[in-house]
Each structure stands twice: as structure tokens, then as C-alpha cells.
């Protein structure tokens, strides 16, 4: 099992700030709570990595994208089907706090 438990504070624009990579079983589930002070809100995406065997060339497909508002949690589960995932978030507005915490299944 994983457990994710981020905190940033950030001033001005934010994007595509890395929360975490989790490295996961096929078809497991992640249960994933953010919320933002952001004025502006913000989004938070879920990306499928998929790596070249020889290269190690790293190639994301975005999975979903919540769309956040100031203050408001948001409960996100994702059910995947590739080993490695990568979630991101960036900011709406000038500042804020995010926060993400969530776990994976066993």
C-alpha cells in the first residue's frame, strides 16, 4: 500500500508541480483527497507513465483532471491499469496551500 501525504505552499502561478510517482498493481484503486487555498483553485492530473524498456524514455497520458476551487475538498478515486502513475497540480490563481493525502489499495 502507498499513502500519499503532500503539503505545498506556493506564491504566485503554479504549473504542473509533481506530487508523487506510486508505483502500483495492475487494476489497483488510489483514493485521493486535494483541496487548495488557492483564490483561483486549480487543477489536479493524473497521468499514466508508460517507460521505454531500452531508452528509459518517460511518456505521460493524461488519466483525468479534477478541476478544484478555493477551500472545496475533492475525493478522487482512480482505478488504473498500468504500473506506474504520476500525479501533478497546478494553481488557478496568484498563491495558495495544497494539500493531497490518499492511499492505495492493497
Do not use: C, W
Amino acid at each position: 500500500m502507498h499513502t500519499i501525504n503532500y503539503q505545498n505552499t506556493y506564491t504566485g502561478a503554479l504549473a504542473d508541480e509533481q506530487v508523487m510517482d506510486l508505483t502500483v498493481v495492475r487494476n489497483q484503486k488510489l483514493s485521493l483527497h486535494a483541496m487548495t487555498t488557492d483564490a483561483g483553485g486549480g487543477t489536479l492530473t493524473t497521468y499514466y507513465v508508460f517507460i521505454d524498456p531500452i531508452t528509459k524514455a518517460e511518456t505521460e497520458v493524461t488519466y483525468d483532471t479534477t478541476t478544484m476551487t478555493a477551500n472545496n475538498l475533492f475525493v478522487v478515486v482512480y482505478d488504473y491499469k498500468v504500473p506506474f502513475l504520476r500525479v501533478k497540480y497546478s494553481s488557478g490563481g496568484a498563491s495558495g496551500i495544497i494539500r493531497v493525502t490518499g492511499t492505495t489499495a492493497e
